[in-house]
């Protein structure tokens, strides 16, 4: 699975994983919803999109998603981290706002330590006993394409139950001490220039660039396993004993949860293996 290093320690990576049990994403995107499925196997995690589709059957599923702002993330900034790693955080960021990394490396300067932040976050999930109940009974359809992945190659399934969503971020100089702990002025100028601003605000000054979009994606979910028997039957959800990672151990034994699940052991931005399992 490909994956970006996050150090442990990090206020906005530890609130993440520990207060939502939410794993981010190397590039923010609309589509990952509630109700979405993953498959994940041996460290790989594959995004399969909506529930309904893998279904047997036409019975509509009647889950709406709650929405909340999240207090305790808006405005939290991230650690400090170096210029190399956060312009790889930023390559991923500022894709799907159509932002070209160069013009923003070329803003950065000579800056060698900066933090980043999300504004307006909002939670959007639903309720994990509600949807246990709604699918019992349920099995998968396995004429769709998809239903190999956990009828022959046992793949975990899993249902992305809340995700965390912004319309943009922003990176902030984080080096009082450094003379050089200034964004460049010119170069800030050319990257607002560079920008569609039907689709992407730029604002900065000399130590602050914020980028805004003109709808929320995705930059971190959670999700909960099902079981899938060999007829793809859906088992309901086993009683929740506490997040773990669904990865591998220290012995090379899969580590898992009953309910709630982890797809990286250590914090990392996952980035999906579309090429399959």
Request: with cysteine.
């Amino acid at each position: 699975m490909p994956r970006l290093p996050l150090c442990s320690g990090d206020p906005l990576v530890h609130t993440l994983r520990d207060l939502f049990d939410a794993v981010p994403l190397r590039t923010p995107e609309e589509r990952v919803t509630t109700m979405s499925v993953v498959a994940s196997q041996d460290g790989r995690s594959r995004f399969l999109g909506p529930l309904g589709p893998i279904l047997d059957g036409d019975e509509a599923l009647d889950v709406d998603a709650i929405e909340s702002r999240i207090a305790s993330l808006a405005g939290k900034r991230s650690r400090v981290v170096e210029r190399k790693l956060a312009l790889e955080i930023l390559e991923g960021f500022l894709a799907p706002l159509g932002v070209p990394l160069p013009a923003v490396a070329a803003a950065v300067g000579r800056s060698t330590k900066v933090s980043f932040r999300f504004d307006d976050v909002r939670r959007r999930y639903v309720e994990v006993t509600r949807v246990g109940k709604l699918l019992r009974d349920r099995r998968i359809d396995t004429a769709n394409a998809t239903a190999t992945m956990f009828l022959e190659q046992r793949a975990d399934f899993l249902l992305v139950d809340s995700v965390l969503q912004s319309s943009g971020f922003a990176i902030e100089v984080d080096d009082e001490r450094s003379r050089s702990a200034e964004f460049d002025a010119g170069a800030i100028s050319e990257l607002i220039g560079t920008v569609q601003p039907s689709t992407t605000t730029v604002t900065a000054d000399q130590r602050q660039i914020t980028f805004a979009g003109t709808r929320p994606l995705t930059f971190a979910f959670s999700c909960v396993r099902f079981f899938v028997d060999e007829y793809g039957a859906l088992a309901s959800i086993e009683p929740d004993r506490g997040p773990a990672s669904l990865g591998f151990g220290p012995s090379g034994v899969v580590i898992e949860t009953p309910n709630r699940v982890l797809l990286t052991q250590e914090p990392a931005l996952l980035e999906w293996d579309d090429d399959g399992l």
